[in-house]
């Protein structure tokens, strides 16, 4: 006689133990936009329990928001910060150039989540100040349309890359990063970006922090740099399109940077199919309206 056996169920997605922080710091997500690792970034945000979180700009792409393209993925991370809000953790919203529309609304709070153009943190290890830091960028305070026109350029170099990764994939051959092979090979950048650093860090130290921490070039970094006024570290958090990093604090080691890549508990385990949405998530898919009424109650606002 044939033995009879269960249909066997779908894999889900494993549930990871989350790393307890004091302060995570995230930018340039660009959620919108065709270069965002939404997926990624989600997978991240549940591996960790911090106290604070801060998103420092460029969150939501505002200059390249468009209504055809806003994929479930990216709806799910907007829920799934609502939802943290709404369990207690604090969330500072930063704003950036790419969600400059926002700064009006700056000083606005909803429970445990704040809206504002910059931070500052009282840790243990030293005062810590952050920022987007835009306001250092000389095209975007004297050129803003070259910005815009820079932006959309980008945003088609990083619709390219996937399509050349995707084939490269196929070929069995190493991803690339194009956008990132030209910012590193033109000299301007470089010196553009350690100018960047080197007046974050000096304003900082006027202002007696110890700490700044930036995104908007994405850059990740952790260095010291030097003053007048004495030693700083300057922290850039990256971002979630080229390296997708984060800044991550601890009481007992400080700050430090981290990369998705190099954690290897963000690597699908053998037989799991890490691409399928939690039941959680699958409420983000919802219609607009339901997606809005289940927002405003996770606020309390309703």
């Not at 939404?38 to 390249?64: C, F, H, M």
């Not at 207690?88 to 504002?116: C, M, P, S, V, W």
């Not at 100018?195 to 850059?219: K, L």
């Amino acid at each position: 006689m044939r033995e009879l056996t269960e249909p066997a169920l779908p894999a889900t997605p494993r549930r990871l133990k989350k790393r307890h922080l004091g302060v995570a710091v995230v930018s340039d997500v660009h959620l919108g936009t065709y270069g965002c690792h939404a997926p990624e970034l989600l997978r991240y945000l549940k591996s960790i329990r911090p106290q604070v979180l801060v998103l420092n700009g460029d969150i939501v792409d505002i200059w390249q928001f468009s209504k055809n393209y806003w994929p479930p993925s990216h709806m799910r991370v907007v829920r799934y910060l609502a939802g943290l809000a709404a369990k207690g953790t604090r969330i500072y919203y930063l704003t950036g150039n790419h969600d400059e529309l926002l700064r009006k609304f700056a000083g606005l709070k909803l429970g445990h989540f704040q809206l504002d153009n910059k931070l500052v943190l009282d840790l243990p290890h030293g005062r810590t100040w952050l920022f987007h830091g835009d306001v250092f960028d000389v095209t975007m305070r004297h050129s803003r349309w070259l910005a815009r026109l820079g932006g959309k350029g980008y945003d088609l170099l990083i619709l390219l890359n996937r399509v050349v990764n995707f084939g490269l994939h196929k070929l069995g051959r190493p991803k690339v990063a194009l956008s990132k092979a030209v910012k590193d090979r033109v000299k301007s950048a470089v010196s553009l970006i350690s100018d960047f650093e080197q007046t974050a860090a000096t304003i900082a130290a006027d202002q007696g922090y110890r700490y700044v921490a930036c995104g908007h070039i994405h850059q990740p970094e952790i260095k010291t740099l030097a003053t007048v006024q004495g030693d700083i570290t300057y922290l850039n958090s990256g971002d979630w399109v080229e390296n997708l990093t984060a800044l991550e604090y601890t009481d007992t080691a400080g700050w430090a940077l981290y990369r998705y890549a190099d954690d290897p508990r963000m690597l699908p385990q053998p037989g799991e199919a890490s691409d399928l949405p939690e039941a959680e998530d699958l409420a983000a898919d919802a219609a607009p309206a339901a997606l809005l009424e289940s927002l405003l109650a996770e606020f309390k606002l309703k």
